[in-house]
Each structure stands twice: as structure tokens, then as C-alpha cells.
């Protein structure tokens, strides 16, 4: 079982740090890059290297479609597919990960400019958990306390009162996801991984 904590990405925002200024992270048990995006409707795919260099056509993505199509890098990394949205919001949308993660498990956590975050953990078509990292504290889901302890130890503040850490909550999504998973993410991986991108409808609501 992992055993990581928030220190162990401190590395993200420091050498990704247009990454870090808005990102969605999702892991997918068992999907291949390409499963995962036909199924979600993927469009314009195109093959890059390191996350570094899905920035660009996420922006253009952005422009193209005013919004209503987003950008996703995807690529495998053991038994999961791990889905990198730079300035994106895909892995938190319901309707695309709740049905992707039927007989499965997803992870997704997401930041964005504004500060706003989220983080989902899926299980066979189920929220399991939901809560925003900046206030750990207020959580729903079908079990939103089961994990209390492995969110305390990935780095999470839970404490309600003003006081509360506010540091390293982007850092400690990282640390609960990889505690779910068991996959640690790294510079390494991220630089030199090929992703499978391409343009992906939102869900019309």
C-alpha cells in the first residue's frame, strides 16, 4: 500500500508550472488511451510527447470550440490510463466518468486558476467520494467518511475551523490519488510519456 504524502509531489508545481496553474488528473483502471477517448467521443487525435506539449492544443482546442470541447492527453501506465487535461475539467464531469468507471475504478482530481478544485474517487459506475481539497473537511459521495484516515495521511487538514492548513492541498489530491491507485506519478513520467490526445465533446446538458 503507498504510503505517499503531500512532500513526495512537491516537485508539480515547481517544474510544471503552466500545468499546475489549471489541470484535471484522472486515472482509469484497466482502459487503453484509445478505449478511453473513442468512448468518450474524441475528435482531432494527435500523438505528443510529455505533458508539456499538450498545452498548446488544449488552448487551441479551447479557441476552436469555444469551449465546448476540451483537450485530453492520454497515455498507460501499468494497468491504468492516466488522462492529463491541461486548463480542463473532463475527469470531474459525471456524466463522462461516472459511466467510463462501470466495473472499474476512476480517481480524478482538478484545479483551476481561480483556485477552484474538486476530487472524485469513482467505483463501478458510483461516487465514492467527493470533496474540494481547499476545504477537505466537507465531503460527500456514497462514502464520504470512509476515507478520513488516508486523506489525513496523504496530507489533508480536515479541521473546520479557521486555523486549518491551507498549504500543499493540490500536492496531497496527488498523494490520495496515488494511495487509491498505488500508481505514483513522477517528472520523469510525465516529461517523457507519449500521450494519445484529441478534442472531447462536454455532455449537453
Not at 120 to 142: C, I, K, Q, T, V
Request: hydrophobic share 40%; glycine share 8%; proline share 4%.
Amino acid at each position: 500500500m503507498s504510503e505517499a504524502t503531500a512532500h513526495d509531489y512537491l516537485w508539480f508545481d515547481e517544474h510544471f508550472p503552466a500545468l499546475a496553474e489549471a489541470y484535471c488528473v484522472t486515472l482509469v483502471r484497466g482502459l487503453t488511451p484509445d478505449t478511453l477517448l473513442t468512448q468518450m467521443g474524441a475528435t482531432d487525435l494527435r500523438r505528443v510527447t510529455g505533458v508539456d506539449d499538450l498545452q498548446e492544443p488544449a488552448y487551441e482546442a479551447w479557441d476552436t470550440h469555444d469551449g465546448d470541447r476540451l483537450f485530453a492527453g492520454v497515455t498507460r501506465v501499468g494497468e491504468w490510463a492516466l488522462m492529463i487535461e491541461p486548463n480542463g475539467y473532463l475527469g470531474i464531469t459525471d456524466e463522462l466518468i461516472g459511466p467510463l468507471s462501470r466495473g472499474t475504478t476512476a480517481v480524478s482530481h482538478f484545479r483551476n486558476v481561480n483556485a477552484v478544485d474538486h476530487f472524485n474517487w469513482y467505483e463501478n459506475g458510483e461516487l465514492r467520494l467527493h470533496f474540494e481539497p481547499l476545504f477537505a473537511y466537507a465531503r460527500d459521495g456514497s462514502d464520504p467518511d470512509g476515507s478520513v484516515d488516508t486523506m489525513r495521511a496523504a496530507g489533508f487538514d480536515l479541521s473546520e475551523d479557521d486555523e486549518r492548513d491551507f498549504n500543499l492541498h493540490s500536492e496531497a489530491a496527488f498523494a490520495l490519488a496515488e494511495r487509491l491507485t498505488g500508481l505514483r506519478l513522477t517528472r520523469e513520467l510525465l516529461n517523457v510519456s507519449e500521450f494519445l490526445g484529441g478534442a472531447v465533446p462536454l455532455p449537453r446538458t
